[in-house]
C-alpha cells in the first residue's frame, strides 16, 4: 500500500496528534527550538480552535498546538504557497498571544510564543533549511524581545547535497521521500515511519485524504 504523503494536512495532523511518534517529535521540536526533549516528550500535543470573543471574529483552527514549560509552539504545514497564508498563521499566533492577557494571567506567566512554518516550498533567500525570525532593530541588530519566535522550514532545500547529513535534515527527510523505508536505521525515525504506514492504512484517514486532494484541486 502507498505511504500517505505526510505533507497533507490530514495526514500531518494525524502523526503529529500519535503517541507513537513521541520520540520524533520531541528530537524534531528540540533540534529547531532548542527546548529540552525530555519536558517536549512530556509536552501536550493538540490541534484546536482558538476562542473567537465576537460572532464577527474569524475562527481559527491551528494544526498543532504544543504547551511545554513556558512556551507555546504554533506548529504549521504549508503544502503549498497561496496569497496570504504567512499572514493567516501569524494571526494565530497574535491570537495565542492575546488570548494569554485575556485570561488573567499575570505577565510573570505570560507564555513565549513560537511559531514553526513547515513549508514544502521556497520563499526565502538564504538556501537554508531552518530560518529564524525575531523583531530586531535594522541598524544595531538588536533583538526587541524574544517573547514571539517565528520559524520557517524549507522542504525543498533538503535535496541539496549539502544538507543530507546533519540530524534535522534527516529527521526532515520524512516528509519528502516517497520510499520512506530507505531512511530506517534509528530508533526514532523506525518508530515514526512505522507510524506513518499505519495512518496510511487507516480507512478513515484515506478518505480524508483523498477529499483534501480532491479540494485542492477546484481551489
Request: charged fraction near 35%; proline fraction near 0%; aromatic fraction near 10%.
Amino acid at each position: 500500500m502507498k505511504t500517505l504523503e505526510l505533507t497533507s494536512d490530514v495526514v500531518f495532523k494525524a502523526f503529529m496528534l500519535s503517541e507513537n511518534t513521541i520520540n520524533y517529535k520531541s528530537r524534531l521540536l528540540h533540534l529547531i527550538t532548542g527546548i529540552s526533549e525530555n519536558e517536549l516528550k512530556k509536552a501536550v500535543y493538540t490541534s484546536e480552535e482558538l476562542k473567537v470573543n465576537q460572532k464577527s471574529e474569524k475562527v481559527y483552527k491551528t494544526d498543532i498546538i504544543v504547551k511545554v514549560e513556558k512556551n507555546i509552539i504554533s506548529i504549521e504545514m504549508n503544502k503549498e504557497a497561496s496569497y496570504g497564508i504567512f499572514i493567516k498563521n501569524s494571526n494565530y499566533a497574535s491570537k495565542l498571544r492575546s488570548e494569554q492577557l485575556e485570561s488573567g494571567e499575570s505577565y510573570q506567566e505570560y507564555k513565549k510564543v513560537i511559531t514553526i512554518n513547515i513549508d514544502n516550498f521556497h520563499t526565502y533567500k538564504g538556501n537554508k533549511i531552518i530560518y529564524k525570525f525575531m523583531m530586531m532593530e535594522l541598524e544595531t541588530k538588536e533583538i526587541e524581545n524574544d517573547y514571539y519566535i517565528s520559524y520557517h522550514i524549507d522542504l525543498k532545500n533538503l535535496n541539496k547535497k549539502s544538507y543530507n547529513k546533519d540530524e534535522i535534515s534527516e529527521l526532515l527527510k520524512i516528509f519528502i521521500v516517497e520510499d520512506t523505508e530507505k531512511l530506517r536505521g534509528e530508533k526514532v525515525m523506525d518508530e515514526a515511519i512505522d507510524e506513518l504506514k499505519r495512518i496510511s492504512e487507516d480507512r478513515e484517514i484515506i478518505g480524508l485524504y483523498d477529499k483534501e486532494k480532491v479540494e485542492r484541486k477546484l481551489i
